[in-house]
């Protein structure tokens, strides 16, 4: 046997392994938590997304205010 | 003497794994590129395809790292947190193969330095799968087999292992397994020569060793 053929054909072994499976409650424990994860994040951008709107809506009330204060002044 | 190793191998022995090559990427490009964005937008259908995909690959990897599957299991259950955690930050172009070998790595690697574990002592590999069955020959001498090549692997250093399993297991592309490793391609290609005349040298040892017993 050459070199070249030794290690690829312990590649090829390796390769033949059987997969390797966790548990079934392993499973669902992971799938539980991190659906509960996405859920909170997409519910925070949702909850940042209102947050940015109200800002925007009170910053232009604010610059409307003050418009019409100087208005009213001068 | 016939050694394990000298299996005579089918067809040609030019490329690094052709099998496990097929094994890593049958995950057509466009439609990974779709789980990426969908993964980033928080949707839990594109996740659970992620994760059937690579769940038992996730573990298999850490499995035979940690050489304990309660271990092997938690550190995967880490490794889906610390995706999903991060998912929103993922380039669009991610290849999720190598990212989330390259977390499960890290959560591994963080575990054994939290544990300040000494990788030396491979005795517990022997638990991690079920003994032979006493079922017809050929399944037994397969099982053997299989145990041997497992006991083998388990003994070798981590640095070894990982590569091996990286590339040999998961058939990752070196460079992409050097990515992985945090190292350069050429670093990856010496460790990965040294990682296969190790386990070769074990696979001998342990021919010999059965051939004595017989």
Same mark, same amino acid.
């Given at each position: 046997?050459? $070199?070249?053929?030794? /290690?690829?054909?312990?590649?090829?072994?390796?390769?033949?392994? /059987? /997969?390797?499976?966790? $548990?079934?409650? %392993?499973?669902?424990? &992971?799938?539980?938590? %991190? @659906?509960?994860?996405?859920?909170?994040?997409? @519910?925070?951008?949702?909850? $940042?997304?209102?947050?940015?709107?109200?800002?925007?809506?009170?910053?232009?009330?604010?610059?409307?205010?003050?418009?019409? &204060?100087?208005?009213?002044?001068? | 003497?016939?050694?394990?190793?000298e299996r005579p191998t089918p067809a040609r022995v030019t490329s690094v794994t052709p099998d496990a090559a097929a094994r890593s990427y049958d995950?057509?490009?466009?439609?990974?590129?779709?789980?990426?964005?969908?993964?980033?937008?928080?949707?839990?259908?594109?996740?659970?395809?992620?994760?059937?995909?690579? !769940?038992?690959?996730?573990?298999?990897?850490?499995?035979?790292?940690?050489?304990?599957?309660?271990?092997?299991?938690?550190?995967?259950?880490?490794?889906?947190?610390?995706?999903?955690? !991060?998912?929103?930050?993922? !380039?669009?172009?991610?290849?999720?193969?190598?990212?989330?070998?390259?977390?499960?790595? !890290?959560?591994?690697?963080?575990?054994?330095?939290?544990?300040?574990?000494?990788?030396?002592?491979?005795?517990?590999?022997?638990?991690?799968?079920?003994?032979?069955?006493?079922?017809?020959? +050929?399944?037994? *001498?397969?099982?053997?087999?299989?145990?041997?090549? +497992?006991?083998?692997?388990?003994?070798?250093?981590?640095?070894?292992? +990982?590569?091996?399993?990286?590339?040999? *297991?998961?058939?990752?592309?070196?460079?992409?397994?050097?990515?992985?490793?945090? *190292?350069?391609?050429?670093?990856?290609?010496?460790?990965?020569?040294?990682?296969?005349?190790?386990?070769?040298?074990?696979?001998?040892?342990?021919?010999?060793?059965?051939? +004595?017993?017989?």
């Open positions: 046997m050459d $070199s070249d053929q030794q /290690p690829d054909s312990i590649l090829r072994l390796l390769a033949d392994l /059987p /997969p390797m499976t966790p $548990s079934a409650a %392993c499973d669902r424990r &992971v799938l539980v938590r %991190c @659906h509960a994860a996405l859920h909170t994040t997409s @519910h925070r951008r949702g909850a $940042s997304a209102i947050d940015m709107t109200m800002a925007a809506a009170i910053a232009g009330y604010a610059v409307a205010a003050a418009r019409e &204060v100087i208005r009213l002044l001068y | 003497m016939r050694h394990l190793h995950v057509d490009r466009d439609f990974e590129l779709e789980l990426v964005g969908r993964v980033r937008e928080g949707d839990a259908a594109a996740f659970d395809a992620v994760h059937a995909r690579f !769940n038992s690959r996730l573990f298999g990897f850490l499995a035979r790292l940690t050489r304990n599957r309660d271990i092997a299991e938690d550190l995967l259950e880490e490794t889906w947190l610390r995706f999903v955690a !991060n998912a929103g930050r993922l !380039n669009a172009d991610t290849r999720l193969g190598p990212w989330l070998f390259t977390v499960a790595r !890290n959560v591994h690697v963080s575990y054994c330095r939290s544990r300040a574990l000494d990788d030396r002592n491979s005795d517990d590999a022997l638990g991690l799968w079920p003994a032979p069955s006493a079922s017809p020959f +050929e399944e037994a *001498v397969g099982r053997e087999l299989e145990q041997r090549i +497992e006991a083998s692997l388990a003994s070798l250093p981590v640095s070894c292992r +990982e590569v091996l399993l990286l590339v040999g *297991v998961e058939g990752l592309r070196p460079a992409e397994a050097a990515v992985v490793c945090g *190292v350069s391609a050429e670093a990856l290609r010496q460790r990965l020569k040294r990682a296969r005349a190790l386990l070769a040298e074990c696979l001998d040892r342990s021919a010999d060793r059965t051939q +004595e017993k017989a």
